[in-house]
């Protein structure tokens, strides 16, 4: 049986692509141009329980509120599998307007391609009445590979509750962001979220700046400071690179973690709090318990839950979405156009080794976005880094290497420029086909599929 689709957009062209699309690949569609169309069928829908099988639509139109559209679906039919296309910078908006229901985000501009995938697996999720199938709305984190599905879950499991969570992972892999995304969707959001990164302050430091100091404390406290915990009270405490915090400080967080209560550097009054601990760390930190550089016993009481996050190189699959989603931030960042990558490029982007994770990848994106030439980004545009490394991991990635070169040597538009990649790549297959034969040049030009002469002929040349 074909699914169904409710498409509202009010761009027309946008109609048009995304209907012919599902009618294409067999749903039966409606389009809808505005909202007031569009909840006149909900309308009709909700007496007549035809809901279709899912809801694609835009939230930013002008004259009309798409997060209405989405309150009102949430109402209606707060089962329904909803995507929504959007700007980036509503999506926000868009999540706190449609809690609890499947919902899926496409940052526009999208893929076709996509989006029909997107939209045939919330269906499937809905059909086998499994929610968990859809990723959960966990904002501006973007990953469809299974290493990233286990981290949703792990945020929508996790929002009822204060537990502490330590995520692990190498530099970039967005641990801190998924952090705020714990924060965001826990009963604290309304609560601060303070972080602190303790490779980024002197050890003498970190704990005045955790528990704050009296005025004149030590030398240099000039004046009376909170600490973060303070700051953090009823919210969440980010601790970054964990495992870089001295042993003395580590002593003095487990008993706050236990009494919940603390005195500042040098004061007598007692302070109570009530924090939630979230730590992250790049390094193992059962290697550091096992060489007494961190506690056991604090390392069991933030290793309630462990989340980890993966590489990029572990999830490959999902550079194309992240690309496309750093190269639109960085366009509206940089008030420059927004930058396409060629099917090569992605192709070697894909390749990558990516040691520095998604953050290089996005630092990548900027570096296009001001560095590329044209709207579309060839191999030969890559960084050369990028390039350098792609090719020593892959280095049966031919094409992409042989596409950089031609690149590179058709840009000057000089006439005849294929003559000499042609010669040389016969050469080469000569060599090869002589190689594989023993020197047998009849056998040679069998395997190239030439007559014995034009190999003897161009063996000369
Ligand atoms: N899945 C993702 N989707 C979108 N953006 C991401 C994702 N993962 C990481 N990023 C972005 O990549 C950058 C690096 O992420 P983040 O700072 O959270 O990494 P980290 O693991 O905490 O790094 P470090 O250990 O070096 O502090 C950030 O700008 C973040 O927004």
Redesign the pocket.
């Known amino acids: 049986m074909s699914s169904s689709v409710w498409i509202l957009d009010d761009d027309e062209s946008i109609r048009w692509v995304l209907e012919r699309a599902f009618s294409d690949a067999g749903w039966e569609t409606q389009v809808f141009a505005d909202p007031e169309g569009f909840l006149a069928c909900c309308n009709q829908a909700e007496r007549s329980l035809a809901w279709p099988d899912l809801v694609l639509t835009d939230v930013r139109m002008p004259g009309m509120d798409g997060m209405q559209v989405l309150a009102e679906l949430q109402r209606k039919a707060p089962r329904l599998p909803v995507l929504v296309m959007t700007a980036h910078s509503d999506l926000d908006s868009a999540v706190s307007a449609y809690k609890g229901g499947a919902f899926e985000y496409l940052p526009k501009p999208f893929d076709l391609d996509e989006v029909l995938q997107v939209a045939e697996r919330a269906v499937r999720a809905r059909k086998h009445n499994s929610k968990a199938a859809v990723a959960e709305p966990v904002t ?4 469809e590979a299974p290493a ?1 599905q286990e981290v949703f879950r792990a945020v929508g499991r996790l929002s009822r509750s204060s537990v502490s969570v330590l995520l692990t ?10 952090a705020h995304a714990l924060h965001k969707h826990s009963k604290r959001a309304n609560k601060p979220f303070v972080a602190l ?1 303790m490779a980024a302050i002197p050890a003498e430091l970190i704990e005045s700046e955790l528990f704050g100091h009296e005025k004149g404390a030590f030398t240099g406290a000039l004046q009376k400071r909170i600490g973060r915990f303070q700051q953090a009270d009823g919210g969440t405490l980010f601790l ?2 964990i495992g870089d915090m001295p042993v003395a400080v580590q002593t003095r967080l487990l008993r706050v973690l236990a009494e919940g209560q603390f005195y500042p550097v040098g004061s007598h009054q007692l302070v109570s709090t009530d924090v939630r601990i979230i730590a ?1 760390t ?1 390094q193992d930190l059962r290697k550091a318990v096992a060489a007494g550089r961190f506690r056991d016993d604090l390392y069991h009481r933030l290793n309630v839950i462990h989340v980890r ?1 993966p590489t990029l190189a572990e999830r490959r699959d ?1 550079i194309a979405a ?1 690309a496309r ?2 190269l639109t931030q960085a366009s509206v960042e940089l008030d420059m156009p927004v930058k396409r990558l060629s099917t090569q490029a992605l192709h070697a982007l894909k390749a990558a080794p990516w040691p520095g ?3 290089q990848l ?1 630092n990548t994106c900027r570096w296009l976005t001001v560095m590329a030439p044209s709207d579309e980004v060839d191999v030969g545009d890559l960084p050369d880094d990028i390039l350098t490394s792609t090719e020593t991991i892959n280095e049966n990635n031919w094409a992409t290497t042989l596409q950089k070169e031609l690149d590179r040597a058709f840009r000057g538009k000089k006439a005849n420029a294929l003559q000499p990649f042609e010669k040389q790549f016969k050469e080469l297959a000569m060599q090869a086909a002589l190689k594989a034969s023993g020197g047998h040049r009849q056998q040679a030009a069998q395997i190239l599929g030439w007559g014995r002469n034009t190999l003897t002929r161009k063996l000369k040349t």
Request: charged share 30%; proline share 0%; hydrophobic share 40%.
């Open positions: 501006d984190i973007i990953g990233m992972g190498a530099s970039g892999t967005g641990k801190e962001l998924v990164n970054d690179e992250a790049h996050l999902d992240l989603y750093f994770n998604v953050r996005e």
